[in-house]
């Protein structure tokens, strides 16, 4: 079964770190994309980066940068989201999701996406 585990979220001190994973199982990353998301409560739901694992290619929001970055370990098949310096509006659920490409992948539809992972709570505060 084709599927992607979103894992490691928690509760983190304003200026902490977390790593978040997305394991995939059923395909290998190889030939895709994985695209990260957030949503908070009320509010729509946000590109956060995107890995294209064809070309290593990756990009990230304005938010995020140079405080996030993402990695595929290729020999666990897994995505990795690290968030370094959080702030407390980087507080949401944050989700992976399967895709062919990076391009423009913020403003996609969720149906643009093959597969979704669970998400993953993170909570920044004091």
């Known amino acids: 079964e084709v599927q992607l585990q979103a894992s490691g979220g928690g509760l983190v001190q304003p200026g902490g770190s977390l790593r978040l994973s997305c394991a995939a199982s059923?395909?290998?990353?190889?030939?895709?994309?994985i695209a990260w998301f957030r949503q908070a409560p009320g509010k729509e739901r946000e590109g956060v980066s995107c890995i294209d694992n064809s070309d290593g290619s990756t990009d990230f929001a304005d938010y995020v940068k140079g405080r996030f970055t993402v990695s595929t370990d290729k020999v666990r098949n897994t995505v990795f989201l690290q968030m370094n310096s959080l702030k407390p509006e980087d507080t949401a659920v944050y989700y992976c999701?399967?895709?062919?490409?990076?391009?423009?992948?913020?403003?996609?539809?969720?149906?643009?996406?093959?597969?979704w992972g669970q998400g993953t709570q993170v909570t920044v505060s004091s």
């Open positions: 059923g395909f290998t990353l190889d030939y895709y994309a």
């Open positions: 999701a399967r895709t062919t490409t990076c391009s423009d992948y913020e403003n996609r539809s969720v149906w643009w996406f093959e597969v």
